[in-house]
């Protein structure tokens, strides 16, 4: 299971900076349900190459009993019983605070990962600036700096030691059998869905006190081909929808995302693309997970409406143009083996296997096409590709100067790899690994060395070095 962090603190402790950092971004990733997006964002970090999520709550002041702090102390809580690991931040220039003892009260009491961090500790001498905050009985705290990342990847480490043997076993099985995560924001039609696949009308999944931590696998096959379906928290019991339900929904579609090879995008057609719509495919992308977008409910639309709300939704859902777009009905059962489809396409495009000879035959004959421009009078060489990476799939590109390639060459590139190996549904990464040059020294001008001397003794150690790379490239 993905490892959830939550943010703790009271107000101006640095809980939204810290948050920026771990996700590298300046907002939450995944926009929160309405009526809670002022008290609790979601995004996504990595620690080395284990990604995480991280929730930011909004600043929590126990001892204030009325108005928005109460409920902002509410949705603090609820965050920590969503979390694996609570980082307890507080503010190491104004020292202990009596909200600070009150949190400190409440997390001992918790069975959580807690660890203590002492924020805004530039420039001050750690031992110090933490010494007071030991009273908190939260052990040992540590100083850190989220403005300037000072000790914050050491934490984000230690933190996450603990899981990272349970994600190993989860790794080694997770490719037998495609798993799909169907996500999207409430009452798109993601239960109707998932129904539709089953062939029955059942209940797939209720939230309960002791079970929001679960997540509910189930195998069907349809077309002779198995899949197994992971189940979200927007999919609900019929008729009363409990609070519970929604609000342990974005953490468990983030969750879903992580642990699915394949995720189905379902929106509504008849309401368009949301903010939210578009903030959960972001992470889709972010995660690098293959997609099938379904528009759902669109039967409901008359034609003359269809073309119109097409272009609208491709316009706005650009950035996953790597995606196939499904127009189904969920509740008629319309469109069903097109998505399966689909989803095949794409988790054959994420598992994808490309040699290295045939990646360096598509780079060469994209290079015949259009080279790599010119930048501040030299053009960048690109040598051989080879695979680093599935799901999403990588290419690496080796070469020399390539931290002169500009990010437009890198998209034609991109488009280029997608279109000689008919990559489909998934997100496709391009690297670039600049060349080592083991004779770098030896090209230098000796002592008492003439210029055509000098010449010829390069000339014979750059053929030297080419021959080696070709060699190599061979092997590959």
Not at 69 to 80: F, G, R, S, V
Not at 163 to 191: H, L, T
């Amino acid at each position: 299971m993905l490892p959830t962090i939550a943010l703790v603190g009271r107000p101006n402790v640095g809980k939204s900076t810290l948050f920026n950092r771990l996700t590298k971004s300046r907002d939450a990733l995944v926009a929160d349900l309405p009526g809670l997006t002022r008290d609790r964002h979601y995004g996504r970090g990595l620690g080395g190459d284990m990604p995480y999520i991280v929730i930011d709550t909004g600043g929590f002041e126990p001892l204030i009993e009325k108005g928005i702090q109460k409920e902002m102390a509410k949705q603090t809580l609820l965050a920590i019983d969503e979390a694996d690991i609570v980082f307890f931040i507080v503010d190491g220039r104004q020292g202990v605070t009596p909200h600070d003892r009150v949190i400190a009260e409440l997390l001992r009491k918790m069975n959580r990962n807690i660890y203590l961090l002492v924020n805004k500790t530039e420039g001050m001498q750690r031992g110090i600036a933490t010494a007071e905050f030991f009273e908190l009985g939260l052990g040992d705290p540590s100083g850190i700096s989220s403005a300037h990342g000072e000790g914050v990847r050491d934490m984000i480490q230690i933190a996450l030691e603990p899981f990272k043997k349970e994600d190993i076993e989860v790794n080694e099985v997770r490719q037998k059998i495609p798993k799909i995560a169907i996500v999207g924001r409430p009452n798109v039609g993601k239960s109707t869905l998932v129904n539709a696949f089953l062939g029955e009308d059942r209940v797939i999944a209720f939230d309960e006190p002791g079970t929001t931590r679960d997540s509910i696998e189930i195998e069907i096959e349809r077309n002779d081909k198995n899949y197994i379906l992971i189940d979200t928290a927007g999919i609900r019991k019929k008729g009363r929808v409990f609070e519970a339900i929604e609000k342990f929904s974005v953490i468990k579609t983030l969750q879903a995302i992580e642990e699915a090879n394949v995720a189905i995008l379902v929106v509504d057609a008849e309401e368009g693309i949301t903010e939210q719509d578009a903030h959960v495919g972001a992470y889709i992308l972010e995660a690098g997970r293959a997609l099938v977008v379904a528009i759902n409910k669109w039967d409901r639309l008359k034609e003359d409406e269809r073309d119109i709300v097409k272009q609208d939704i491709q316009r706005k859902l650009q950035f996953l143009k790597f995606a196939e777009f499904q127009y189904v009905s969920a509740l008629k059962k319309k469109g069903l083996t097109e998505i399966l489809k689909s989803v095949d396409e794409a988790y054959r495009g994420a598992f994808i296997k490309m040699s290295t000879p045939k990646l360096t035959r598509a780079l060469i004959d994209t290079l015949q096409q259009h080279q790599p421009p010119i930048s501040k009078g030299i053009r960048p060489k690109l040598r051989y590709a080879h695979q680093g990476g599935s799901n999403p799939p990588v290419i690496v590109i080796h070469g020399n100067h390539v931290n002169a390639i500009k990010d437009s060459y890198m998209r034609f590139l991109e488009s280029a790899f997608r279109q000689a190996f008919q990559i489909i549904g998934t997100p496709l990464r391009v690297q670039f690994k600049q060349g080592e040059n083991p004779y770098l020294d030896e090209e230098k001008r000796k002592p008492k060395e003439g210029v055509v001397s000098m010449r010829r003794r390069k000339n014979a150690l750059r053929k030297k070095l080419t021959d080696k790379n070709k060699l190599e490239a061979k092997k590959r």
